[in-house]
């Protein structure tokens, strides 16, 4: 297919599906809504007809199946059935959870969406694969005999499962508070709580899964606790880094057409390639802003600088890739970069000859 033509089918297939879901909530609603039995068989045997039929578009064509669409109102009655009787079942066969009594009681939590129809938050198809998965690899973790508890096997699967659910990111934040309290010296903390960021930075995660897609990742959430955490005993330690004053004349601010949180950005990968060697981004923030100015601020304050360089937000850096681009473009139009590269792949085919 020609992309003009796949864009078709994707839309065409899209529609069909949007017009199957809608079709089969009005037979639900005329299920609900009739008392006599032959016109319940019918329905039934309509709705049945339609919800194959969805589920053969799911199968066949996938690639153009849209999983952010809302599921089929029966689709949600008969989910919320078996995740209750599910969760009966593992009530059961859960031991008691002395370190994290909550732990469960938040995972089933997350399933109350399926209980009641609510037209202000309807439950997408990516949301119940998210439930299925999340149920049977849970259902795994009861039955099976490891050395490792049931809680710590539940938390390390709602990481690699991206639970992004708020009360489980203060879970693992006073998971890591109990740890380091314990510690005596601001040093040991400090180390750490370094150690957190590189464990999380590091953490294997299941791709395209995420438990709420608009809130952010679970590790995100994290990181950013912890480099919070990591600042506030910083201050607290260590005396605060006052610069050189220098008369108003003597200092000439370097103008930039980038903003502040782009600003911010820019220094914040810089360090982490290793081109800046300050590793104290306080300290650097402190120098950026006296020394530099952005195109909508004259006078940058270095706390909001150092803020938006540990929490990034995404405009600006999608804004900062598109600078890089101009860059990288820059430099092939100006040096002949593009014509040089392949010259010399050239002169060296010629030369094995």
Known sequence: FSLQ????????????????????????????????????????????????????????????????????????????????????????????????????????????????????????????????????????????????????????????????????????????????????????????????????????????FRLHPHLPDLKENCIHWLQEEIYFLEKKTQPTFILPQLPAKEITPIETSLSVPQLAFIIKILIEIGIIKNQSCRNLTQMTALYFKTKNTEIISPESLRIKAYAPDRAAVSKVKDILLLLLNHINTKFKIHVLIPLLSYALEESQL
């Open 5 to 208: 033509k796949e864009k078709q089918l994707e839309l065409f297939v899209q529609r069909y599906q949007s017009s199957i879901i809608h079709l089969a909530d009005i037979l639900v609603q005329y299920i609900e809504g009739t008392k006599e039995s032959r016109f319940q068989k019918l329905y039934k045997v309509l709705l049945l007809l339609l919800e194959r039929l969805l589920s053969f578009i799911e199968d066949f064509f996938s690639r153009y199946f849209d999983l952010d669409a809302k599921i089929p109102e029966s689709y949600r009655i008969l989910s919320n059935k078996e995740f209750q009787s599910a969760f009966a079942l593992i009530k059961t066969k859960a031991k008691n959870f002395s370190s994290y009594p909550a732990l469960l009681e938040i995972i089933i939590e997350s399933y109350e969406i399926f209980e009641l129809r609510n037209p202000q938050r309807p439950i997408t198809f990516r949301r119940l694969i998210y439930h299925k998965k999340l149920l049977s690899a849970i259902f795994k973790i009861m039955d099976q005999k490891k050395d490792t508890t049931q809680e710590e096997e539940l938390i390390n699967l709602l990481q690699y499962l991206n639970f992004n659910h708020n009360r489980f990111v203060y879970i693992l934040t006073a998971k890591i508070s109990i740890v380091v309290n314990e510690l005596l010296s601001p040093a040991a903390k400090l180390e750490n709580l370094n150690w957190q960021v590189k464990f999380y930075s590091q953490l294997h995660t299941k791709p395209q």
